[in-house]
């Protein structure tokens, strides 16, 4: 068993320093380094919008909260909330093109972490769909909870956002676990991944970059000059969110 894992990880060795193989010795439909120049850049545009939709659905959230004894904050997390799922359709459909160039540049790499992380990563697209009806609820349903008890209607909020969470949670542990070919062996499903690398300070990395950059979204969101603010926000000024967001994005 130590000769077979010596020998695994020789391998593993190997292929970090091979080029990005192709899958049955059939050739890229592009050269390898155009394929890794359109991951960054589609990658980039998949990205922000993920960042907007995961800290545009904890925004919603927090301030629908503080909204319980400040009511004016829960008609700004009403106003959030209509950005998310414009932000989720924008991030799914950009998502589709790194991940075909993922899947072709680092053909082995991505597909083995894929199999070593097992129902893990299957589980992502249920959980994305999950997540995106109960985004979906949380949006149209905001108003027929006025003047009820909203703690359904948060913990609905709640849902989305910690499925938003997991989702990406899952994709970084993979591209983590692609880094460390050698510890291959040693991987036996997700949890076992998670002490692969540095999963979690990338993770907190994330969340606090998505916040930050939702924050700034936002100032200027609420901050246009054609943004209705004393009607669809009352007792906020254009001036006042703006500093409220960017108040965000310095504590982060």
């Known amino acids: 068993m130590l000769i077979i894992s010596k020998v695994y990880s020789h391998l593993a060795a190997l292929?970090?320093?091979?080029?990005?193989?192709?899958?049955?010795?059939?050739?890229l439909p592009l050269a390898e380094s155009d394929l890794k120049l359109f991951l960054v850049i589609l990658f980039l545009a998949h990205i922000l919008f993920v960042n907007l939709m995961l800290g545009g659905s904890l925004l919603a959230v927090i301030f629908e909260i503080i909204g319980l004894s400040h009511p004016k904050y829960d008609a700004l997390g009403r106003?959030?909330?209509?950005?998310?799922?414009?932000?989720?359709?924008?991030?799914v459909v950009l998502g589709v093109g790194p991940l075909l160039c993922i899947s072709l540049a680092y053909t082995i790499p991505f597909y083995s972490a894929n199999a070593l992380t097992g129902y893990a990563w299957i589980a992502v697209v249920p959980l994305v769909i999950l997540a995106f009806l109960l985004a979906y609820v949380h949006k149209y349903s905001w108003d027929r909870w006025r003047g009820q008890d909203k703690r359904p209607h948060i913990m609905v909020g709640i849902g989305a956002a910690l499925l938003f969470l997991c989702v990406p949670f899952i994709f970084l542990t993979n591209?983590?676990?692609?880094?460390?070919?050698?510890?291959?062996?040693?991987v036996k499903g997700f949890f076992s991944s998670l002490r692969v690398g540095n999963v979690f300070p990338?993770?907190?990395?994330?969340l606090t970059a998505s916040l930050a950059i939702t924050g700034l979204?936002?100032?200027?969101?609420?901050?246009?000059?054609?943004?209705?603010?004393?009607?669809?926000?009352?007792?906020?000024?254009?001036?006042?969110?703006?500093?409220l967001f960017y108040r965000l994005v310095l504590y982060l």
């Open 15 to 27: 292929l970090i320093q091979m080029p990005s193989p192709s899958d049955m010795g059939l050739p």
């Open 175 to 186: 591209i983590n676990l692609m880094l460390f070919p050698a510890d291959w062996v040693n």
């Open 79 to 91: 106003s959030i909330s209509r950005t998310i799922t414009v932000n989720k359709s924008l991030a």
């Open 202 to 206: 990338r993770f907190f990395h994330f």
């Open 217 to 243: 979204f936002l100032a200027w969101w609420f901050g246009r000059k054609n943004f209705p603010v004393e009607d669809s926000l009352p007792g906020f000024t254009r001036s006042g969110l703006r500093r």
